[in-house]
């Protein structure tokens, strides 16, 4: 069974970055598409962006294209997020998900509170 550990979420200030990695095992990392989504308070999950299996396709919802960046080293079984110029909006818990639906395995997912 994969398992799949999400971290480096936290507190930040609009503006602020933050990284998120996302840390696989227990399956094949360098044979999934690999997604981040997101759940803000009281809404349904949103997909954010996603990654084939080499790293050389990469796709990104409109709410984050040009902020966030997703990326992935299969060598270290290991995918990761850098978002930049964080606004309020995007607290919510960050969710790494294997697969080509949100609906593949998924981590326990990292909390980001962006917040003066």
């Known amino acids: 069974q994969g398992q799949l550990v999400e971290s480096g979420g936290g507190v930040v200030q609009p503006g602020g970055s933050l990284r998120l990695s996302c840390a696989a095992s227990g399956f094949t990392f360098n044979n999934n598409i690999m997604n981040w989504a997101r759940q803000a308070p009281g809404k349904g999950l949103e997909w954010l962006c996603s990654i084939n299996v080499s790293g050389s396709m990469r796709t990104y919802a409109d709410s984050v294209k040009g902020r966030f960046t997703i990326s992935r080293d299969n060598a270290k079984n290991t995918m990761y997020l850098q978002m930049n110029s964080l606004k309020s909006e995007d607290t919510a818990l960050y969710y790494c998900?294997?697969?080509?639906?949100?609906?593949?395995?998924r981590g326990q997912g990292t909390q980001v509170t962006v917040s003066s």
């Open positions: 998900i294997m697969g080509n639906t949100l609906s593949g395995t």
